[in-house]
């Protein structure tokens, strides 16, 4: 398992936006998928927004048309970059990388970061 570690988290107003960002904590070689999920209290982690390597983007109904995922690969990071922030939005989120490389060949389990809370308030 690789660690990520993520940042860019915070208070924000009602039609605000953030940028989150995930970057493994040690070199790897290529991560398939990055993706971001995010959970409240009580609630099971739930889909965000996936990031493929072959371009393709899939996102949760909820966050279409206001939330963008981005990679560089360059950089093995992944971003999240959300507008129109919602109160309904506030949640702790986390990044998960999938098919992760972390040489040539060399894989790894699937890995979390460790949760960065966004909080959508007035």
């Known amino acids: 398992q690789v660690q990520l570690v993520e940042s860019g988290g915070g208070l924000v107003h009602p039609g605000g936006s953030l940028t989150l960002s995930c970057a493994p904590s040690?070199?790897?070689?290529?991560?398939?998928?990055m993706g971001w999920y995010r959970q409240t209290p009580g609630n099971q982690r739930e889909l965000v927004a996936n990031s493929y390597s072959d371009g393709k983007r899939n996102y949760a109904d909820s966050v279409k048309g206001r939330f963008t995922v981005t990679r560089d690969n360059a950089k093995n990071t992944a971003y999240l970059q959300m507008t129109s922030l919602k109160p309904e939005d506030t949640a702790v989120y986390y990044c998960?990388?999938?098919?992760?490389?972390?040489?040539?060949?060399?894989?790894?389990?699937?890995?979390w970061g460790q949760g960065t809370q966004v909080t959508v308030s007035s």
């Open positions: 998960n990388f999938g098919g992760i490389e972390r040489a040539p060949g060399v894989y790894v389990t699937d890995s």
């Open positions: 040690t070199s790897i070689f290529s991560a398939t998928r």
